[in-house]
C-alpha cells in the first residue's frame, strides 16, 4: 500500500554530513533534488527526484537509462510543469510537453525497486508510515516505439529495464 497524501508525520532525516546538509537544503529552498547514479557491471545509470511528494504531493520521478545530463532536463521540465500548472502526471498516459518531439509515459514503480533505485528518497521518507509514490519516466526508442510495443528496437531494453508494470491497454494522450 503506497500513501496518497503526504502525511503531518513526516520529519526531515537527520542528516549525516556536509552533502546531505546541502542536498536538504536544495529541497527546502528549490522544492525537489535530483540524483543521478551512474551504470556500472552492465546495469544502467538513473537519475530520480526527492522531494516532489513532501513539497507537491506527487510522486516521485526516475528516468533509466539516459545521460545523466539530459535526463535531469527531462526531470526538471516536469518538475517546472507539476510546480508551475499543478498538473501531476498520470500513470500510463501519452505526454508530449517535457521535450519538443518526445513522447514520455509514467509508469508507477513497484515496491521492489524502491531498495535498488531510490536509496536516497527512501532515506529522506524514512519517517512516513508507508512507501512514497513514484512513477517511471519512459521513453520510446528512435522510431518511438515503447518497450512494451512489437516493434520496439531490443538494443534499448538493457538500457530502460520497466520498474514497473506496462499498461494493459492502448497508449492514451492525456
Known amino acids: ?31 525537489w533534488h535530483h540524483f543521478a547514479v551512474a551504470g556500472g557491471d552492465g546495469q544502467p545509470g538513473y537519475t530520480f527526484s526527492v522531494g516532489h511528494f513532501l513539497n507537491l504531493n506527487h510522486p516521485e520521478l526516475i528516468v533509466v537509462g539516459l545521460k545523466d545530463a539530459l535526463a535531469s532536463r ?10 508551475g500548472l499543478n498538473k501531476p ?8 510537453d517535457i521535450a519538443d518531439g518526445l513522447e514520455v509515459m509514467f509508469l508507477p514503480v513497484a ?20 512507501p512514497y509514490p513514484a512513477l517511471q519516466m519512459v521513453w520510446p526508442d528512435p522510431k518511438g516505439v515503447f518497450p512494451w510495443q512489437p516493434g520496439y528496437d531490443v538494443r534499448f531494453r538493457r538500457a530502460q529495464p520497466l520498474l514497473g508494470a506496462p499498461p494493459a491497454t492502448p497508449l492514451t494522450r492525456p
Do not use: C, T
Open 111 to 130: 515496491f521492489p525497486h524502491y531498495k535498488e533505485y531510490l536509496g536516497f528518497a527512501n532515506w529522506f521518507y524514512q519517517s512516513l508510515p508507508a
Open 74 to 83: 527531462l526531470l526538471d521540465s516536469a518538475a517546472v510543469r507539476i510546480r
Open 1 to 31: 500500500m503506497f500513501l496518497e497524501e503526504m502525511p503531518a508525520k513526516f520529519r526531515y532525516p537527520a542528516p549525516e554530513d556536509a552533502e546531505d546538509e546541502a542536498l536538504l537544503g536544495d529541497i527546502q529552498r528549490k522544492g
Open 89 to 96: 502526471y498520470q500513470p500510463y498516459r501519452l505526454y508530449s
